[in-house]
């Protein structure tokens, strides 16, 4: 066969696409236990952030089991279920989309507790929507399951400078101190709007200037998410 004829390009072309496709396969093979130990740390890292330990790849899974002392799964009534899916392992997401299809019932919320320098800390993913595409983090309550003791967010595509402000130390400080009940025991959650950031403010932080889609996708993760868990708090709070 001539080397430059058309089918002699056909089947070097074709030859190379199989070997290339092999490799990527073997590769992504390969690799896999190593990305889902990577994405596994990090979640661990994210969590610690949230109730302020600090943490990097090679510390982060002594840390995490020697502060998450207990990891809970609740379904929708609050109830604590012990069997099935541990609580490290659930996609929040699909959780929440369940109630999009009616299933409710079927929904199983992580919940992760911390003690720290003799104090317990509730710690509860988040996930919801921001500009550009999905936000998500965690957020720790103090033993009295109201105040927030710290936060963390994470974001994929916000604008640099506007909605990716989110994930700052600045704009995650306002949230200390802050209140998801109001004085009757009522959920309120916390809402992130502009000028909302006031000490007299307890359910409000200051919203990133010129990121108001990203500011309200905040605020509608907080109370999506958190409200899964008053029925929880309500019954273990002393």
């Known amino acids: 066969m001539h080397k430059d004829s058309n089918k002699a390009t056909f089947l070097f ?20 236990p190593y990305q889902a130990r990577n994405i596994r740390i990090e979640k661990m890292e994210n969590i610690l952030t949230s109730v302020g330990i600090e943490s990097e790849p090679k510390t982060a899974e002594k840390l995490f089991t020697d502060y998450i002392t207990e990891q809970v799964v609740l379904n929708n009534k609050g109830e604590v279920q012990t069997a099935g899916t541990p609580a490290f392992d659930i996609d929040l997401k699909k959780e929440l989309d369940k109630a999009k299809t009616g299933n409710q019932d079927k929904q199983l919320f992580p919940l992760f507790i911390c003690k720290k320098d003799g104090n317990s800390f509730y710690i509860i993913p988040l996930r919801g929507k ?12 103090k033993g009295d399951m109201n105040t927030i003791a710290g936060v963390s967010f994470g974001h994929k595509g916000e604008t640099p400078g506007l909605g990716a402000e989110i994930e700052t130390a600045k704009f995650q ?63 273990a709070k002393p």
């Open 173 to 235: 400080n306002q949230f200390l101190g802050k209140k998801i009940l109001d004085e009757q025991g009522n959920f309120v959650s916390v809402k992130v709007v502009k000028g909302g950031g006031t000490s007299a403010n307890i359910h409000g932080v200051d919203a990133v200037s010129g990121a108001t889609i990203t500011s309200d996708g905040v605020t509608e993760m907080f109370k999506r998410t958190l409200n899964n868990y008053i029925p929880y708090f309500k019954k």
């Open 130 to 141: 921001g500009l550009w595409g999905p936000i998500w983090g965690y957020i720790a309550l």
């Open 13 to 32: 072309s074709s030859g190379m696409v199989v070997v290339i496709a092999v490799m990527l396969s073997v590769a992504a093979i390969s690799l896999g």
